[in-house]
């Protein structure tokens, strides 16, 4: 199947600092990437939808200052956590549609798992 | 009310055993239905896909859906300590741009 990377897989970061997770789609161009979190024995809550030479779409409730969304080209989206504190540790995952599969079939990331110290 | 409804569990099983789970919804314009597997500390890897009603069959996993009742089953035959992972549904429809999922269903399959 389509293959989404995700990098890092694990970061730790110190209070107040600012980290860069990166989403690529490495067979296919993903003009639509998602972006989710997830609480421990929760399920996936999306964040935001990257689409790619546009502004992301928040979800409500969701600070777009605080993540920071950029999907500069068709294989590659970016979330910035940006002034971290430890109520942002979690596990964020993100995925991607290929448009040139089934019309709503998703592939997603391996997942990071941000560490806020 | 949420869109999906999925019972948590946790479920355990013994190895061999048939495993159901199931999720409900409330949108009558769902018409793609996912089943998702979760690992701990990793992503969700696509499992099965169905549209619209029916069933489908890939190996040991049936999915099913029921459109009438607004309700999706996935089953596991013969399951195996492997399968142990969280189970996530997902839906979506033509036209929507995000998926809805369900909160996922713990499933411990012992040896």
């Known amino acids: 199947g389509a293959v989404v990377s995700q990098h890092p897989s694990w970061v730790i970061c110190k209070s107040g600092t600012s980290v860069k997770i990166e989403c690529r789609s490495l067979d296919f161009q993903a003009t639509t990437m998602f972006w989710y979190r997830q609480f421990p024995k929760q399920s996936l809550m999306l964040m935001a939808t990257s689409n790619e030479g546009s502004k992301a779409t928040y979800e409500q409730g969701v600070e777009k200052d605080k993540f920071l969304i950029n999907h500069a080209s068709l294989t590659l989206s970016t979330l910035t956590v940006t002034s971290a504190h430890p109520e942002d540790s979690s596990f964020y995952i993100c995925s991607a549609r290929d448009p040139g599969r089934l019309n709503t079939e998703a592939f997603f990331g391996q997942g990071t798992r941000l560490t806020v110290v | 009310q949420k869109e999906v409804e999925q019972d948590p569990g946790p479920l355990s099983v013994p190895e061999g055993a048939i495993v159901s789970l199931n999720c409900t919804y409330s949108n009558s314009a769902f018409q793609y239905f996912m089943w998702y597997r979760q690992y701990s500390r990793k992503g969700p890897e696509l499992l099965m896909y169905?549209?619209?009603?029916g069933n489908k069959e890939d190996g040991r996993f049936t999915a099913q859906v029921d459109k009438s009742s607004k309700y999706i089953s996935l089953f596991i035959r013969d399951s195996q300590p492997s399968d142990s992972a969280t189970y996530l549904c997902a839906m979506s429809a033509e036209g929507y741009n995000q998926f809805y999922f369900g909160t996922g269903t713990s499933l411990t399959v012992i040896p």
């Open positions: 169905t549209y619209s009603s």
